[in-house]
């Protein structure tokens, strides 16, 4: 585990944290006016490699040398200059600051970290982090790389959770979820949506996708992982028969054949491996998933009256009311996809850049 202190006087700026991936949804804005959750567990952080926030420069500004060699394969809006490397933590686990709310950047409802730092040591004074609150942003706590450090402490370094335990212990992520707003004259409100989650989730999955599918037809496994999916292959792929076929892969899951060409995989949530068979199918394309989500899909939970006697149990479906499902087809986070594609070396092919470019101008079918 290890304490986060200042860097100009010492000070003791978190609880004891313990390292874990950052979320594939740590950079999405969901909605307008949504009241997304905290985004990191308490007790935990994560490092984010890439740089957040200004200033910014717009990528004609940007030479194609540069952009690749920080990991940028195609043409985006800007490109941060921020310093990479920030640690991510809970608000809750932050100790020893004083917030700068007059520094709220552009936002509506809260904080947004546009105009940089917004809180200091309470020692010395020096900017020391950046809390983000605002309506549509997951809640956290960034600790800026360049004033701020990791110290070990004593205690219990545990290992990571082997994948047998985590397909026993961890938590599946549901697909469909009440997403609270912020209301009118009556105060706050919600609606049945898809989880946030599952939309970053699969933006993420999908520009995998893409790259594993060579620019030819892909199948998916029935069921939700073809609600999910395959209605952006298809729209976005050749037409025609399924060239490539994809399956869901990982712990407890029977070994894949040895011509599957696709594997969805899930992430380890310590770690932020991909799972992968002792003996991979050759030229098998990895595709990953959060833990949770993957869960959900090998063992999705029917949503099934249960007899019960006595109280009702709580994963019981209850007829007062019924629970809602979202009106319209789930919809890939657009921010998390192109996140990802552009890092991915392989959208340098000419296919796929047509692609992204078209995506760029205008989506089809309200894919995303």
């Known amino acids: 585990m290890f304490v986060f202190v200042c860097a100009g006087c010492g000070a003791e700026l978190t609880t004891p944290l313990s390292q874990v991936s950052l979320p594939v949804h740590a950079r999405q804005k969901y909605g307008n006016g949504t009241q997304l959750p905290v985004l990191m567990r308490s007790g935990t952080f994560a490092v984010d490699p890439d740089p957040w926030g200004g200033p910014w420069r717009m990528w004609d500004e940007i030479d194609p040398g540069e952009a690749e060699a920080r990991g940028i394969y195609a043409p985006v809006h800007a490109l941060s200059d921020g310093t990479p490397g920030a640690s991510v933590i809970a608000p809750g686990d932050i100790r020893g600051t004083r917030l700068i709310p007059e520094k709220r950047g552009g936002a509506c409802c809260g904080l947004d970290g ?45 290992a990571p959770l082997s994948w047998t335990e ?21 105060g706050s409100n919600h609606y049945w949506s898809w989880s946030p989650q599952w939309e970053a989730a699969v933006g993420k999955a999908l520009a995998h996708l893409l790259i594993a599918s ?23 792929l050749p037409a025609g028969p399924p060239k490539r076929h994809a399956v869901l ?15 969805l995989v899930p992430l380890h949530p310590q770690t932020g491996r991909t799972w992968s068979p002792a003996t ?7 595709v990953p998933l959060p833990l949770g989500v993957w869960l959900w899909l090998v063992s999705p939970r029917p ?9 009702i149990p709580q994963d019981v479906l209850r007829d007062d009311p019924l629970p809602l499902l979202p009106n319209y087809l789930l919809r890939a986070d657009w921010g998390t ?3 990802t594609l552009v890092r991915l070396p392989a959208v340098r092919s000419p ?18």
């Open 351 to 368: 296919w796929l850049r047509t692609i992204l470019k078209n995506l760029a101008q205008g989506t089809p079918a309200n894919l995303f």
């Open 114 to 158: 546009a105009d940089g730092p917004n809180m200091v040591c309470g020692t010395c004074g020096l900017p020391v982090a950046t809390r983000v609150d605002d309506c549509s942003l997951w809640q956290t706590v960034r600790l800026s790389p360049d004033t701020v450090h990791r110290v070990p402490v004593d205690g219990i370094h545990a």
């Open 214 to 236: 060579r620019g030819q037809p892909v199948k998916v496994p029935d069921g939700l992982t073809t609600d999910v999916f395959q209605r952006a292959l298809d729209a976005l």
């Open 280 to 286: 991979p199918p050759a030229s098998a394309y990895p």
């Open 249 to 263: 892969a990982g712990p407890g899951q029977p070994s894949p054949d040895a011509g599957v060409d696709i594997l």
């Open 303 to 311: 949503c099934l009256p249960v007899p019960a006697s006595g109280r």
């Open 337 to 339: 996809f192109q996140h």
């Open 166 to 186: 985590l397909a026993e212990k961890a938590e599946k992520t549901p697909p469909f979820e009440p997403i609270a707003t912020w209301g009118g004259r009556l």
